[in-house]
């Protein structure tokens, strides 16, 4: 069946602007996480959804990051007035519920000039 | 902070085992251990779990100590496109968000 789709693929934005990367999960599962990848490094937690749970924003860096989710479905990640070091793959993943099995997408390669 | 440790980087010949470590020692009573990897430019990818037997599957073995304490991921027989990052993170049902904490990992390179 579909994997986790995350769109685009590749976004390359000027310093300042606003984006939006999408991520639609594996129809069903209620869990669904954005992480953040800086070239060469882990994972780093951004945002978790979790059905309709208040989501756990803990991770995000600054007040310029903000993520929604409808119901159990699509999400969008939206970075305003980008900078330089928020240049990096941004991966999604989904579960069936909270727990270790995620399924990643390919991410959105963020590339801000 | 990650809950897990990994070396940084190990070698494998093509054809041979991988034997990837992974200490865990904090880990809690109900928290299984999760083994993902990361090819070049695609999102990782699960591997396998379990939470006190060993465990194998069509991809690897997981040999988990008595203790819990750490574990061992092996490849019975690499291949060039075993090549990736391998991360080793716990969980448990009851984990979520910011818990799921994916460290550096392991940069495994398989030499032909």
């Known amino acids: 069946g579909a994997g986790v789709s995350q769109s685009p693929s590749n976004k390359v934005t000027e310093k300042g602007k606003d984006v939006e990367l999408r991520c639609d999960p594996i129809?069903?599962?209620?869990?669904l996480y954005w992480y953040r990848q800086r070239l060469g490094q882990g994972l780093e937690f951004l945002i978790y959804f979790q059905g309709n749970s208040a989501p756990d924003k803990s991770g995000l860096p600054s007040d310029r990051f903000s993520a929604e989710r409808t119901g159990e479905s699509v999400s969008t990640l939206t970075i305003q007035r980008t900078q330089q070091e928020d240049s990096a793959v941004y991966l999604c993943?989904?579960?069936?519920?909270?727990?270790?099995?995620?399924?990643f997408g390919n991410g959105t390669r963020l590339t801000v000039t | 902070d990650a809950k897990t440790t990994q070396p940084p980087s190990m070698d494998c010949a093509e054809g041979r085992a991988a034997n990837l470590p992974c200490n865990h020692s904090t880990i809690s009573g109900n928290e299984y251990v999760y083994w993902y990897r990361q090819i070049h430019s695609q999102g990782p990818q699960y591997i396998i779990h379990?939470?006190?037997n060993n465990e194998t599957n069509e991809m690897a073995s997981l040999i988990i100590t008595e203790d819990r304490k750490s574990s061992t991921l092996i490849l019975p027989h690499a291949t060039l496109r075993d090549t990736a990052v391998y991360y080793c993170?716990?969980?448990?049902?009851?984990?979520?968000?910011?818990?799921?904490?994916f460290g550096p990992g392991t940069r495994l390179s398989v030499l032909p």
């Open positions: 993943a989904s579960s069936l519920a909270s727990g270790g099995l995620l399924h």
């Open positions: 379990g939470l006190k």
């Open positions: 993170i716990v969980g448990g049902d009851y984990n979520y968000g910011q818990n799921f904490v």
């Open positions: 129809s069903g599962h209620t869990a």
